[in-house]
């Protein structure tokens, strides 16, 4: 599977953000599909997750309310909506898939920068 994420940028403190993650290669029938950041001088961290072929979503506790993870089936696109940003979103961005068997993400795409500026 080849990831291609993209929708980064500048946002506003509170302000809202979408993010794409494009999909190809495989049929995303048997995968998750997630979301993870990483901050400057931080570890990359586990923020949402949509298992593709029932839609069923997963969050990490502390973006509940404020992000939304959605699928386009037809266009093999993930999204992640962030709303009500906050500086400490600030982070690489980046989408990743596993199989519904394994227990870790083996797909990666290539990141993609936002920054919350006041």
């Known amino acids: 599977v080849q990831l291609q994420a993209s929708g980064g940028g500048l946002a506003q403190v509170g302000g809202s953000l979408t993010l794409s993650c494009a999909a190809s290669g495989d049929t995303l029938s048997n995968y998750y599909m997630g979301w993870f950041r990483q901050a400057p001088g931080k570890e990359r961290e586990f923020l949402a997750a949509i298992r593709w072929n029932a839609g069923i979503e997963y969050y990490e506790d502390f973006v509940k309310g404020r992000f939304i993870i959605s699928r386009d089936n037809l266009g093999n696109t993930v999204y992640l909506q962030m709303n009500k940003l906050k500086p400490e979103d600030t982070a690489i961005y980046y989408c990743?898939?596993?199989?519904?068997?394994?227990?870790?993400?083996?797909?990666w795409g290539q990141g993609t920068l936002v920054t919350v500026s006041s």
């Open positions: 990743a898939a596993r199989t519904l068997e394994s227990l870790q993400y083996n797909w």
